[in-house]
């Protein structure tokens, strides 16, 4: 390859197209000065996407742009693209846009010998030279096929307009129908424009369809080969970059309260850790949405920007009932820090609603997202399709230093199921169980796992009144573990226990010191009785001792009368 | 804007055709296009034809507003109906057909036939 003077590679310049995510996956956007072939089957959305590259050109990057359309009107277009947001006839009128309608009616035309297409290429000279255009759209161009019938010549004429394009140094889409089996596209466009070629897909599975992206070529660009899900909505198109998400999202040590200061105690004394991900599992009615709710209120209050994507109930209900537990959403709604984004998960497919939660994402800069509920997506797909887009979506709110609290619905108590098996994607995982005994049911809480903090072990029971949520410990005794209702009354029981043992305490207490008290007058009266008779033996023992003394004396004298020797 | 005035277009006769050409400037195609069709005027026609010759270069925006696209393309304005003939005017019967001056058949499928005809040409 041949080397620039200053020593390294050419570099393949790009333009960006100003469509989201597209710039991304192209590594920067379109081939500068180069056609690029976007193809596929009728409906696709080969002519939106080639529409909103010249709007975003006009709008984002000052490119004025021409638009040749061989299909539609210039009215079609401009009210087929309104719903998008796109005012044309505001562009064309400040000399930004030129759209020239090419019409051929092959009926109106007779072929009298040879010919050339010079009059496409005055026209479109005409038009770029008049707005000074960067980008140029042919919209479908393959419709000469159709409408001249010398397809020697066509094919020739736009072997020479490519070139011609290439020279007049306009970045330019060109549109092309999908083709069977051995062309990409119906009359082999791809053989003029090989630069780039994306595709563009529309496919319905279970009744649900999914718009897909893919870049078959770009020659001398890295490019994934992958196929990126992509959406078509009143922002215009937005292609999702599914696989840059990477392991390597920043992370934090700011903590966040969840509102209920004993979960605060458990979770290391201050709640959960900026941008992790949050699950928070347990069967129906076990205040999974009412922890949720306790953690956008309480950062509502601080502030804080909170997006909430409901799936099971609407936000007016979502609103009315939390009221009954004491937490009022809808002032943070009205003052635009909670906002909600509600529909059915059958709506549409997988792709669509990770694309809307990130477009969502992207459009309020939430400091938490609560996912309500994780499970519904379930029935959107295999378990592996669900299990990807889920990792996705948790990636791409730890990219962004989110905290997402996702809840997730479990049809049994156990863990094992609950988690969809994704328990590794989380950060922190609360588990909530309903117990059920003695006539009624509580609401039990544990912290299963919580990464990078000192957590409790502790089974907390969840109690909800209309002062708010609270954790009360889990009443322990000898008879066993009580809460709610069977916790007052083995509490009471065990009060009266308590009260008849202290009494029997202090009774035997009492006996002890009677019993005491009666060994040691029976010891004193003993002493007495010993001292009484030692002072008399002694006694005795001091005369027998005096008889002795003057019995010896006695015996002397009388030797020394004798005169013994 | 050239414009010329065939002899004959003045004749007592009917029949008469009036006729704009679009070109470019002095392409050679155009050129040859144009003798062509002023011979073919005054063997078949009578020289019953006005022609005007229209150069798109120096106005494009006629090109856009008459939709050619294709150089050299004759306008058929009158007789009615309006029609457009493409090329340089080699295939005669087509030129005939396409002013009417014979009755045309299925012209579709004489189009696709001479279309074949043309690419092996090029």
């Known amino acids: 390859m041949p080397r620039k003077s200053n020593g390294t590679l050419p570099i393949l310049q790009k333009v960006p197209t100003g469509i989201n995510g597209l710039d991304e996956i192209t590594g920067g956007g379109l081939p500068k000065g180069r056609p690029t072939l976007v193809y596929g089957s009728a409906g696709s959305g080969k002519t939106l996407m080639a529409i909103e590259f010249l709007v975003r050109g006009v709008t984002q990057y000052n490119e004025p742009g021409v638009f040749m359309s061989f299909e539609e009107t210039e009215n079609e277009l401009t009210t087929n693209v309104g719903s998008l947001g796109f005012d044309l006839k505001n562009l064309v009128n400040s000399k930004k846009l030129v759209i020239d309608q090419v019409v051929i ?273 379930a029935s959107l797909g295999a378990f592996n399709e669900v299990k990807q887009m889920i990792l996705r979506i948790v990636d791409y709110f730890k990219m962004r230093q989110i905290t997402a609290l996702f809840t997730s619905m479990s049809t049994r108590g156990d863990l094992e199921e609950t988690g969809v098996g994704l328990s590794s994607a989380f950060d922190t995982w609360i588990h909530m169980v309903n117990v059920q005994g003695n006539l009624e049911r509580n609401r039990t809480m544990v912290i299963v796992k919580s990464r990078g903090m000192a957590h409790s072990n502790q089974v907390r029971e969840f109690v909800m009144s209309d002062k708010g949520i609270n954790l009360v410990d889990i009443y322990a005794s000898p008879a066993g573990a009580f809460m709610g209702a069977a916790r007052t009354v083995q509490m009471a029981v065990d009060n009266a226990d308590d009260l008849a043992r202290k009494e029997g305490i202090s009774a035997r207490e009492r006996q002890l010191t009677e019993k005491r008290r009666a060994l040691e007058a029976k010891i004193n009266a003993l002493r007495a009785e010993f001292e009484a008779e030692y002072q008399e033996a002694d006694i005795s023992l001091r005369q027998e001792k005096a008889h002795e003394k003057k019995l010896t004396n006695g015996r002397a004298a009388l030797e020394k009368q004798r005169k013994a020797d | 804007m050239k414009k010329k005035l065939l002899k004959g277009y003045d004749s007592p006769q009917n029949k008469r055709w009036k006729l704009r050409l679009f070109v470019t400037d002095e392409a050679p195609r155009c050129v040859a296009a144009y003798h062509n069709l002023t011979n073919i005027c005054k063997e078949h026609m009578s020289s019953r034809c006005e022609i005007e010759v229209v150069d798109i270069l120096e106005d494009p925006e006629i090109a856009r507003r008459e939709q050619i696209i294709a150089v050299p393309t004759l306008m058929k304005i009158l007789p009615e109906p309006k029609r457009l003939l493409v090329g340089d005017f080699t295939l005669v019967e087509n030129v005939l057909k396409g002013l009417d001056v014979i009755p045309r058949k299925t012209s579709q499928n004489t189009g696709g036939q001479y279309g074949n005809r043309h690419k092996k040409a090029a």
């Open chain 1, 105 to 377: 009616d092959r009926s109106m035309i007779e072929e009298t010998g040879e010919y050339d297409l010079e009059g496409l290429f005055v026209r479109l000279n005409s038009a770029i030279d008049s707005v000074k255009a960067k980008r140029v759209v042919l919209d479908t161009i393959e419709v000469l096929y159709a409408g001249l019938a010398d397809a020697g010549i066509v094919r020739a004429e736009l072997r020479r307009l490519f070139t011609w394009l290439k020279e007049k140094g306009v970045t330019t889409i060109v549109t092309g129908e999908r083709g069977g089996e051995t062309m990409l596209t119906r009359h082999g466009l791809e053989e003029y424009v090989s630069d780039c070629v994306i595709f563009l897909d529309n496919r319905v599975t279970d009744e649900l369809s999914t718009r897909r992206m893919r870049i078959v070529k770009y020659r001398g660009s890295a490019h994934s080969t992958n196929e990126f899900p992509f959406l078509i909505d009143e922002d215009g198109l937005s292609v999702l970059p599914v696989t840059t998400v990477r392991l390597d999202y920043p992370v934090s040590t700011q903590r966040i309260p969840t509102g209920i200061r004993r979960l605060d105690l458990m979770l290391g004394g201050k709640g959960f850790i900026k941008g992790s991900a949050i699950l928070v599992s347990g069967m129906v009615g076990t205040g999974k949405t009412s922890l949720a709710a306790s953690l956008v209120n309480e950062n509502c209050r601080r502030g804080q920007r909170c997006l909430y994507y409901a799936f099971e109930e609407a936000p007016s209900q979502i609103i009315r009932n939390m009221r009954s537990i004491g937490i009022d959403l809808q002032p943070w709604v009205d003052k635009g820090l909670l906002h909600f984004h509600a529909n059915r998960v059958t709506e549409q497919g997988l792709e669509k609603h990770l694309l809307m939660m990130q477009r969502e994402a992207t459009k309020y800069k939430p400091d938490i997202i609560i996912v309500d509920a994780l499970t519904d997506f």
